[in-house]
């Protein structure tokens, strides 16, 4: 299984940082695509060793930039070479939809939708009330949307229908046996 943690180990074993330090420089200055102001744009790496001079360090955003792309491109590719293994070009949407924390990564959808060849956008909890503001973004996506399910299992915006002369049951078996198989 590969996804954000993956990019956050990269990160800590790149800057030599521990893993909550690799978290947080993700999370505030992490991205996909560099610019020409990230070689001059400084990021604080810190680290509490008691020496100086390495917990004074600093790493440029493009170097960071250069340790998570090449992660997040190989995830990219084993999720596009699983759907292609699964028959996913059978089904009726062609919108990939990301969520976790990682899919919040600036340009993520963009080298996303490059990848998968499809368009991207970014899950989100949807139709549920009551939920903290914090539980609202794409990092609890998946959590809300199988406790729903759990809740609700035949709850309508859970069914579609797939027309048998377009998308033969063989293909359906297929994507629900990868489904079975990943989740």
């Known amino acids: 299984r590969m996804g954000g943690d993956h990019v956050t180990s990269d990160i800590?074993?790149?800057?030599?940082?521990?893993t909550a330090n690799a978290e947080r420089i993700?999370?505030?200055?992490?991205?996909?695509?560099?610019?020409?102001?990230?070689?001059?744009?400084?990021i604080e790496i810190g680290g509490d060793t008691g020496d100086y001079e390495h917990d004074r360090r600093t790493a440029s955003r493009a170097e960071l930039i250069g340790i998570m792309r090449?992660?997040?491109?190989?995830?990219?590719?084993e999720v596009r070479a699983r759907l292609d293994a699964?028959?996913?070009?059978?089904?009726?949407?062609q919108q990939i939809?990301?969520?976790g924390g990682g899919s919040q990564?600036?340009?993520?959808?963009?080298?996303?939708?490059?990848?998968?060849?499809?368009?991207?956008?970014?899950?989100?909890?949807?139709?549920?009330?009551?939920?903290?503001?914090?539980?609202t973004g794409p990092s609890f996506a998946s959590a809300v949307g199988l406790s729903l399910l759990a809740a609700h299992p035949q709850d309508e915006w859970w069914d579609f229908?797939?027309?048998?002369?377009?998308y033969p049951a063989?293909?359906?078996?297929?994507?629900?046996?990868?489904f079975r198989a990943n989740w």
């Open 105 to 135: 990564i600036p340009g993520l959808d963009g080298l996303a939708s490059k990848i998968l060849g499809h368009q991207v956008r970014l899950g989100r909890p949807l139709r549920v009330h009551g939920l903290p503001q914090a539980a």
């Open 86 to 93: 699964a028959g996913f070009d059978h089904l009726p949407s």
């Open 26 to 42: 993700k999370t505030f200055y992490g991205g996909v695509h560099a610019t020409g102001m990230d070689d001059r744009e400084m």
């Open 70 to 77: 090449p992660r997040v491109e190989e995830i990219l590719e």
């Open 12 to 18: 800590s074993l790149g800057l030599q940082v521990p």
């Open 161 to 166: 229908d797939i027309p048998a002369d377009r």
């Open 97 to 99: 939809v990301l969520t």
């Open 170 to 178: 063989r293909s359906l078996r297929r994507a629900v046996k990868w």
